[in-house]
């Protein structure tokens, strides 16, 4: 960590650098020193945001702050990780006291809320971008990869679709929410804006499903990371994609289109044999299953009478705002 | 990491992303899984480099990619940690083949000479900005801190100072290198676009070094941090700086305020005990003694006769570019 931006940290974000014993060293040094489980395997992604291009100049920084987070726990979640540590490359156009305060309030409420500790940073002048790596442990046997689905497993996700994409086409391509009551149109920016890692959901889903993913950039794109990886095809019931009351507001088609490829709902899909389904649908978080693994490769989809569909015929989903 | 930069990263850094029997699961699902060694600490460090802030618009992509690596490197080889993964997070404003081509060039040449293989990353649509984090592996009583030096410590540099700062000034505020050969000049700029760093001294300095930095922000900020942390003072013999036969060609006052002030050397500073002075002065890296901690805070220059002098006026170095 050069030490020119040794200031701003301390002085925005101290309160997100203390409070677990396993760092042994944290900010404030060429390296942070860390200390995982001997027996576990080391869990690390990073994703970047980039204004103009993953957010719009105007949200609210706490709200940015915390979704910047909530997408690399969200990673740990997918891969079962128990997550502990994050850095933050942020790269500011000005040095703006309100902003940087709004923005670590944000992080700082995941951070605590997912006990993930601040451990390395680098602030520069420039473009906004954000860009976080977090840092988790999880047993090797453990582990929630993609390519390990296997034929017949129930797929299924958490919470519900479409949510956060519903959103963002509202702004981006027209999508009336007229329907929608001011709470229901609320609802669907805050999915957008402040999503729920599933990280309690993703630990329970260890040694019980066979593979699993975050749904970032659309079911159906994600899913078919599963389904590529494992070399395997998929069945899914579009009857039974799990959707908000506020989201049901919407058109029947396009709520099924929003589900099926918007990305951003940062919900869990994964794969579990149908003799463990019953142990994951008694937990708090929603668990909605959606269709099953097959041998043949391919996606198809299918309507409650069993009668084949067509898949959108475009994605309105993440895509768009790229 | 999200799905839609796989055929980007598959293209272009495949050749980065395979080697180490510690990587568990690299690039190319929800986060990667490591392996470390169960008995020693993990150290991490996130640096990021922005167009027009950190580098010229016109660098080589070569010597970008390798920079972007090198100062991470650096910041291991201050810890004495011994480098295993990096993660990129690379912002561009085009998919440009050749520019990539070149980048992941530059970077793969020192990937492959420090053994660090590529193990996640993210790219995104947006004004350039390279964000690496680095990490590696080093035993807890092993590891180089800032805030352990002592008075008596002899204090030591690797390799030259002030040889990168004579090539940006030369740029940045019209220094003239008008008296240096071609192959000076051009010894210069490899030495601001390509440094070396030490991770090999690193190593060597472990249980021998008492504290060690490396010199980003120039040799009297970067030991400033040291003597900080240790609540301690230094004394330093202008005469002894080392410097190169380039820098040797501009005026002695000159090149002495590069060599205290200007960054991006990346050579490492560190206090070791006088009677463990001599292993190091051994080895293949160069390695000057340039003065001494001392038990009262602040930090004195000295020329060989002993006469006190003033420390430049005004730091002539990377603060410029910034």
């Known amino acids: 960590m050069a030490a020119n931006e040794f200031s701003l940290i301390q002085t925005y974000f101290a309160h997100l650098t203390s409070g677990r014993a396993d760092v042994v060293k944290g900010i404030g040094d060429d390296c942070a020193l860390l200390r995982g489980p001997a027996t576990q395997l080391l ?34 979640a997918a891969m079962g990780a128990e997550p502990a540590w994050f850095t933050l490359a942020l790269t500011l156009p000005e040095n703006n006291t309100a902003w940087l305060e709004s923005f670590t309030a944000g992080l700082a409420e995941l951070a605590k809320k997912h006990n993930v500790q601040l451990v390395g940073g680098d602030t520069t002048r420039g473009p906004l971008t954000i860009s976080i790596q977090v840092h988790g442990h999880v047993p090797e046997a453990a582990a929630l990869r993609r390519d390990t689905a296997r034929a017949g497993d129930k797929i299924c996700v958490t919470g519900t679709l479409g949510d956060a994409g519903a959103a963002l086409n509202s702004r981006l391509t027209g999508l009336s929410l007229q329907a929608l009551s001011a709470d229901q149109q609320a609802y669907l920016w805050s999915r957008l804006e402040l999503p729920t890692p599933r990280n309690i959901t993703g630990k329970m889903l260890r040694h019980r499903a066979h593979a699993a993913i975050d749904i970032s950039d659309g079911l159906l794109a994600d899913l078919g990371h599963i389904l590529e990886a494992s070399k395997l095809g ?51 978080v929603e668990v909605t299953c959606i269709g099953e693994i097959t041998s043949v490769p391919g996606l198809v989809l299918v309507d409650h009478t069993g009668r084949v569909v067509e898949p959108p015929s475009t994605s309105i989903g993440y895509d768009h705002f790229k």
Chains 1, 2 share one sequence.
């Open 234 to 284: 998929a069945m899914l019931n579009i009857d039974s994609l799990p959707m908000s009351e506020a989201l049901k507001q919407l058109p029947r088609t396009t709520a099924i289109s929003l589900a099926l490829t918007a990305g951003d709902d940062y919900e869990l899909c994964f794969t579990v044999p149908a003799d463990r389904l019953h142990e994951l649908l008694e937990t708090d």
């Open 43 to 76: 869990a690390v992604s990073i994703d970047t945001l980039v204004e103009g291009v993953h957010f719009f100049a105007d949200v609210e920084p706490f709200r940015l702050g915390y979704k910047s987070l909530a997408v690399g726990l969200s990673d740990l």
